[in-house]
Structure formats: C-alpha cells, structure tokens
C-alpha cells in the first residue's frame, strides 16, 4: 500500500512540475528563466533540477529503441549550435563521438535508421 502512495505522490508531483515546465516554455518573449522563476516563487536551481526530472521520467518510461515523438512546432523552436550556416536551427544529438543534426526537414524512417546504426556501434 505504501509504495502505491509513493508512486501515485511521484506522478502527481512529476505531472504538476511538467505543467510548470510547460508554463515556463510559455513566457513572454523577452523574459529570461530566471526571471520567470522569480515571479513563480522557486529558485532557478529548482526549475532545472524539476526539468531534469522529468526528462528522466520520460525516458525511464520508453522501451529500448522507441522513439520520442516530436512536434514540427518543438523542432522548429528548437536552435543548434552555430557550426556552419546550413546547420542552424533543429536538435544536436550527442552520443558518444557521434553527433546527428535534425531538423523540421528530416525524414523520420532515416533518423531511426542512423539512432538503430549508432546503438548498436562499439
């Protein structure tokens, strides 16, 4: 009974702290992090640690080789790091010495090609 309690409390906790994750992605343009967070009454330090937590539920909760649906929108909010001038906007992806630049553009089928190839390389 005591670990339906815990369990349901994390849930709760974790779908309160998503909806405050959410909110903060939400802000008026122009107003930082930690701004935002000093109008919710938390610290920054809080929101991050908050942010990692969910993202770590979610992944606890995907099976080996799934894939995380992402939204065109998300994507295209989404700003990489200015390597050359055809690489601006999308997601880096990092693992070991391999990384995989995606946009708006990339045809889902050869991202879980390439995510399937590099999982499975030494």
Not at 18 to 30: D, F, L, M, V
Not at 82 to 108: A, C, F, M, R
């Amino acid at each position: 009974m005591d670990s339906i309690t815990t369990m349901t409390a994390t849930q709760y906790r974790l779908q309160q702290w998503t909806e405050q994750i959410q909110a903060c992605r939400n802000r008026p343009a122009g107003m930082s992090v930690e701004e935002w967070c000093g109008e919710q009454g938390i610290t920054k330090a809080t929101y991050y640690y908050r942010l990692r937590r969910v993202r770590e539920a979610c992944l606890d909760g995907l099976r080996p080789g799934e894939m995380v649906p992402v939204s065109r929108e998300l994507m295209a909010s989404c700003q990489g790091k200015e390597k050359e001038p055809s690489q601006q906007g999308g997601l880096d992806l990092e693992w070991n010495q391999y990384t995989i630049h995606v946009t708006v553009d990339t045809d889902p089928s050869l991202l879980a090609s390439v995510l399937r190839v590099i999982r499975h390389a030494e």
